[in-house]
């Protein structure tokens, strides 16, 4: 793909999908639209540590005390989605247990800054969770020490690899955790030689010299028979009505190697001694990053598997999403 992608900023993701998608599979609950009666949701920008403007849904119960002091969870959505698919859904859900929860653009998509557009920056991904509680700690309501993040897929990787260094982060729970650093080393491994790297890098040469922007990877644009079951899988939530908004999902091509050198599960006993949570479909495509987080990380900690579910099932299927466990652990992990 070469096309530079565009995001209209502003525009209400749900009103501006193509109505000519195919609707998905909309079983077990499937609501990655959902809209809370019992919550408010307030669009809101913060920055980053290095001044990058971030695009963020803030949510609150309607029955919000700002005389009261709030825990706070930060949702991350999965890699090259935008708020409006499974981060805001998460975080409406986890408002009504009287949470106050943000959800957010990462740097170089959606409505965030950043070009070029879709580019992976791992670290500056991490930040962005320090970023938003920055943004909580100038709120009257929330409770400084009692912070807390949900990280969805990728998001889960980048969550933990700041929570390392942020100590701010008091609870984290991932939900179909993928450590984008071991996808990108598989990729390099499976290749067998350096012909994605000079691919990648000859292609900085190219742009440099005023080519159009290469992307890679992402969920296809078209599947059919023959098609592998992670394609299938991820287009029918990204490609259909179920979960389309406005991204590609697709990262720039020199950019997307930087993961070689992410490590977000190196170090992840230094987290301890503040809680961790592991959700995981029993089925997921995924699962392993999970068991070996959970391997890996000291006490406190937990994994959860979830029965029947696989990997993308998490991000929407309301009867298979264990939302009363995500709240047990915080309202515990932050007392």
Request: one cysteine or more; a negative charge; hydrophobic letters at 35%.
């Amino acid at each position: 793909m070469s096309k530079n992608p565009v995001y209209q900023a502003g525009m209400d993701n749900v009103a501006s999908r193509n109505k000519n998608l195919p609707t998905g599979d909309l079983s077990n609950g499937a609501d990655n639209f959902y809209i809370s009666g019992e919550v408010t949701k307030t669009p809101v920008i913060f920055k980053n540590v290095y001044g990058m403007k971030i695009a963020a849904n803030l949510f609150t119960p309607n029955d919000l005390n700002k005389e009261t002091k709030y825990s706070a969870i930060i949702v991350g959505a999965p890699n090259g989605a935008v708020k409006e698919q499974s981060a805001n859904l998460y975080a409406s859900k986890m408002a009504e247990f009287g949470f106050v929860t943000i959800s957010f653009d990462q740097v170089f998509w959606g409505d965030s800054e950043g070009t070029p557009r879709n580019a992976m920056a791992p670290d500056f991904y991490s930040e962005s969770f320090s970023a938003a509680a920055d943004y909580l700690t100038t709120l009257e309501y929330v409770d400084d020490e009692k912070m807390s993040v949900l990280g969805i897929c990728a998001s889960g990787s980048f969550a933990l690899n700041e929570a390392k260094i942020d100590s701010r982060l008091k609870a984290i729970a991932t939900v179909s955790l993928t450590d984008m650093g071991a996808v990108a080393r598989g990729i390099r491994d499976s290749l067998k030689d350096s012909n994605w790297i000079d691919k990648a890098s000859k292609q900085r040469t190219s742009e440099k010299a005023g080519a159009e922007i290469v992307y890679t990877s992402g969920t296809p644009e078209t599947i059919d028979e023959n098609s592998d079951a992670f394609s299938k899988e991820f287009y029918d939530f990204y490609r259909t009505q179920r979960g389309a908004a406005n991204t590609t999902t697709q990262p720039t091509l020199t950019s997307f190697v930087k993961l070689l050198n992410f490590y977000s599960l190196s170090d992840i006993e230094t987290v301890s001694p503040r809680p961790l949570l592991f959700v995981a479909g029993e089925n997921a495509i995924s699962l392993g990053f999970s068991e070996d987080a959970y391997n890996a990380a000291s006490e406190p900690k937990e994994l959860y598997k979830v029965k029947g579910a696989g990997h993308v099932d998490l991000y929407d299927r309301t009867e298979l999403i264990p939302f009363e466990k995500l709240n047990d652990f915080f309202k515990n992990s932050l007392k």
